[in-house]
């Protein structure tokens, strides 16, 4: 079983930049992937950007070449770096660990509210 817990988020302006991390608890964090979802009331959850074990990323073609994702496992975190904020990119922001063993289990976090608003 593991938990997530994300932080960061907050209001901030356009072109500004926030950190979000993802923190896990339990052990074998470098065992998952993660994946940085969005989403909007009203709208499905996107996915933002993800990591591989190895470090592999990919992102949505909405935020490449401003937004970060990496993991730092020995403290069982994954982080999104966010440039350039636009208006758009408002809207809760979610982490995703999935197991790359057995039954590829999923887990969620709480989530962590950005507003990009002047």
């Known amino acids: 079983q593991v938990q997530l817990e994300e932080s960061g988020g907050g209001l901030v302006q356009p072109g500004g930049s926030l950190r979000l991390a993802c923190v896990a608890s339990?052990?074998?964090?470098?065992?998952?992937?993660i994946t940085w979802y969005r989403q909007v009331p009203g709208k499905q959850r996107e996915s933002v950007a993800s990591?591989?074990?190895?470090?592999?990323?990919n992102y949505a073609d909405s935020v490449k070449g401003r937004f970060t994702i990496s993991r730092d496992n020995a403290k069982n975190t994954s982080y999104l770096q966010m440039n350039s904020l636009k208006p758009e990119d408002t809207a809760v922001y979610y982490c995703?660990?999935?197991?790359?063993?057995?039954?590829?289990?999923?887990?969620w976090g709480q989530g962590t509210q950005v507003t990009v608003s002047s």
């Open positions: 995703k660990a999935v197991a790359t063993w057995g039954t590829s289990s999923e887990y």
């Open positions: 339990g052990t074998l964090f470098s065992l998952y992937v």
């Open positions: 990591i591989s074990r190895g470090g592999n990323t």
